[in-house]
C-alpha cells in the first residue's frame, strides 16, 4: 500500500497538519506506527497519552496546554482529537501561532483529526490540509483474515464490496456476513454498504433492474454489451467514464442506468444534487465535495445522476439568484468529471440540454451523448410484451400499431388500467406524450440530430411497408 501523503508531510517537517477523517483511532496508530518519531495523542475526556496505550500520560484537558507541554521537545508528533472544536479559541489561535515556528526547528508536529475541513483564517498559512485514505483492498482483506482465523478465507471479491467502508464500518459488515452465512458474503455486505452509504445522507442507494425489463433501445443495448468487455478484469480495453442521456420524457432513461448497474453486478447510487443544498455558508460546496469523496473511495458503482438540467438550474444566472453556490458546485462538478481516476460509471439523464453551458457538453466530459426518442413500432410490442407478463394481461401485439407516440411510461399506464377495462377504453382514455408535446419534442430531436447519437433503432422497412398497408 502506498504510503498516505500524511506521513510524508511529518518526514518532511510540516508542523501542522489538518486530517480529515472519521476514523481516529486508524488514524493514530498510522501515525504511530509509521515512523520514528515519539507519538502522542490528546482529546478532551482523557488528556495526553501515548498513541496506541490507555494509560494517562497527563491530565492535560485543555488543547492549549497540550500544544504547550511538547513544546521544548524534540522529534515528537502531537495527535489531537476533534481539534476542529477548539480551532475558534482566541488562546489557542494565538498559541498556535506562537508556538508552531518553533515546532518547525524541533521536528514537532501537531496532527489535528477533524471531520470535516474547518480552519479560520487566521490559522489558514499554518495548517497543511490532507485527507485520510479509507481502507484499501489489502486492508480489507486483512480485516477478513482477523475476523475468519484459520477457517474461514478472505474474499477478494467482499474486499471490493466493501470499498468505500471504514474500518470500523468494514469489521462489523464482515461480522454480520460471518454470523448469517458463516462467510464473507458479497450481497450481505452490500445491503450493510448501502445503510451506510444512506447514512451519509449524500448518496442514495437504488436497487437495480433485470435487463429484461428494458424494452427497446437496442442500439444504446448493444453499445453497453459491446464496451461492458472494457470492465471485465484484467481488460486492457478503456473504459467508460460518462454517459448523457438526453430526450423525451417517460422513454426508460432511468430504467437504461438501473439496467446498466444490473449488467454490471454494481451498486447503484444517485446522486441529488439539488438536495445537497445547505442553508450555511460553504455547506453545499462541501457536502458536494463529501459526495464525490464517497464515490472515489466505494470505486466500482454506477452514479445515477436524474434529470441533471433541473439539478444545475440556474447555473446560468450567474450567480444572482444564490450567491454563486451553484455556480460552485457546477465548477466542482466539471473538475470532477474530468480529473477523477475512480472506476465509477457516471449516468446523467436529461429531458432538454439545449439550455446548459457549453462546457458541460465539450467533448471529454461524456464518452457519448445518447437521444431517448419516442419508441418505435417494434420498440412497443417489445414493451407491450414486458408489460404483460408483468401485470398478467393478454394485450394484442396489434395495439402497437394504435399507440404510436406513446412514450414507455404510457404504455404502463395504459396495460396498468387495462387490468380493470376494456383494453380499447383503456387505450382512449391516454393522451400520449407525442401529441401533447408534439412542438417541444420535435425541438428536442431537431437539437439531437447533429449532437447525440439515437439510442433506438429507426423502424424497418418492413415495418413501414406493413404501416402504409393498414392506412390503406
Not at 510524508?8 to 517537517?13: E, H, K, P, T
Not at 464515490?295 to 439539478?311: F, M, P, R
Not at 468529471?337 to 446523467?348: D, F, G, Q, V, Y
Request: glycine letters at 8%; charged letters at 25%.
Amino acid at each position: 500500500m502506498a504510503q498516505p501523503i500524511v506521513i510524508d508531510y511529518i518526514n518532511a517537517g510540516f508542523p501542522a497538519i489538518l486530517l480529515i477523517t472519521h476514523e481516529y483511532d486508524r488514524a493514530e496508530e498510522l501515525i504511530r506506527s509509521t515512523g520514528s518519531w515519539e507519538t502522542l495523542a490528546w482529546d478532551c475526556v482523557r488528556g495526553l497519552r501515548v498513541a496506541g496505550q490507555t494509560k494517562v500520560l497527563a491530565e492535560v484537558l485543555s488543547p492549549v496546554a497540550a500544544v504547550k507541554y511538547i513544546d521544548g521537545k524534540r522529534d515528537v508528533v502531537l495527535v489531537c482529537h476533534n481539534l476542529h472544536f477548539f480551532l475558534n479559541d482566541l488562546e489557542l489561535i494565538q498559541t498556535l501561532q506562537i508556538l508552531l515556528p518553533k515546532y518547525k526547528s524541533l521536528g514537532l508536529c501537531l496532527v489535528g483529526l477533524c471531520p470535516t475541513l474547518s480552519l479560520r483564517t487566521e490559522l489558514e498559512k499554518l495548517f497543511v490540509v490532507d485527507d485520510l485514505p479509507l481502507p484499501s483492498a489489502g486492508e480489507l482483506m486483512q480485516i477478513q483474515a482477523d475476523l475468519g482465523g484459520r477457517d474461514i478465507a478472505p474474499r477478494p471479491l467482499a474486499a471490493s464490496a466493501a470499498k468505500g467502508l471504514t474500518e470500523f464500518e468494514a469489521e462489523g459488515a464482515f461480522a454480520l456476513s460471518l454470523y448469517r452465512k458463516r462467510d464473507f458474503d458479497v450481497n450481505e455486505i452490500g445491503q450493510v454498504k448501502e445503510q451506510l452509504i444512506r447514512k451519509s445522507g449524500v448518496l442514495e442507494c437504488y436497487p437495480a433492474s433485470p435487463v429484461n425489463e428494458l424494452g427497446g433501445l437496442s442500439v444504446l443495448k448493444e453499445y453497453i454489451a459491446d464496451r461492458a468487455k472494457a470492465f471485465q478484469p484484467g481488460s486492457p480495453l478503456p473504459r467508460l467514464k460518462a454517459l448523457l442521456l438526453a430526450g423525451v420524457p417517460g422513454c426508460g432513461k432511468s430504467l437504461v442506468c438501473k439496467t446498466v448497474s444490473s449488467f454490471l453486478g454494481w451498486p447503484l447510487i444517485r446522486l441529488d444534487i439539488g438536495a445537497l443544498k445547505g442553508s450555511l455558508v460553504g455547506e453545499s460546496e462541501r457536502r458536494f465535495r463529501e459526495a464525490t469523496r464517497i464515490i472515489e473511495a466505494i470505486g466500482e458503482a454506477v452514479v445515477w445522476v436524474d434529470e441533471i438540467e433541473k439539478q444545475f438550474a440556474g447555473v446560468q444566472s450567474g450567480g444572482r439568484l444564490d450567491a454563486g453556490v451553484m455556480a460552485a458546485m457546477f465548477s466542482h462538478w466539471l473538475t470532477w468529471m474530468e480529473e477523477t481516476t475512480s472506476p465509477a460509471l457516471i449516468m446523467a439523464t436529461a429531458n432538454d440540454v439545449s439550455g446548459m453551458p457549453p462546457e458541460f457538453l465539450r467533448a471529454g466530459r461524456f464518452d457519448k451523448i445518447w437521444f431517448v426518442d419516442l419508441p418505435t413500432r417494434e420498440e412497443r410490442e417489445e414493451i407491450l410484451a414486458i408489460f404483460n407478463a408483468r401485470y398478467g394481461t393478454d394485450i394484442p401485439a396489434d395495439y402497437a400499431w394504435k399507440m404510436d407516440g406513446f412514450s414507455g411510461a404510457e404504455i404502463e399506464a395504459f396495460v396498468r388500467e387495462a387490468c380493470f377495462v376494456e383494453a380499447e377504453t383503456a387505450l382512449s382514455g391516454i393522451k400520449p406524450l407525442g401529441e401533447i408535446m408534439r412542438e417541444e419534442i420535435a425541438n428536442i430531436r431537431s437539437w439531437a440530430k447533429t449532437r447525440a447519437q439515437w439510442a433506438n433503432r429507426p423502424e424497418s422497412a418492413i415495418s413501414s411497408d406493413r404501416r402504409n398497408i393498414r392506412q390503406q
